[in-house]
């Protein structure tokens, strides 16, 4: 079974969800001035199977993921749209606002 970590966060006028692959917490990758840190504070929430993330995907008005496993389970689900995603030192990383 597949884990991976996922917060969430909900306002009156959002519901933010940030996940990401398991190995990828607290690193920070580098794609030339690009610095993207995947932090335990942003994304280190729990760590559940895919199921429960697209479950929360779904509702989410705010979404921001990163890893192979997230992205491409996003994508499959049609949450993602393939070529919107973005590389990160060849980790995809997707991302959308829901307005």
Known sequence: MVQV????NETPEHYVV???DKPLLGKTLTNG??????S?????GDLV??????KHLKKATIANM???????AAVK???VHEQTVLYIEGHPHAQWVKL
């Open 49 to 54: 199977d895919m199921g429960t993330c697209l």
């Open 40 to 44: 335990k504070e942003f994304y280190g």
């Open 77 to 79: 689900a049609g949450l």
């Open 66 to 72: 990163v890893g192979e496993k997230t992205v491409k």
């Open 18 to 20: 940030a996940m990401c």
């Open 5 to 8: 970590y996922i917060r969430v």
């Open 33 to 38: 001035v690009i610095k993207f840190k995947i």
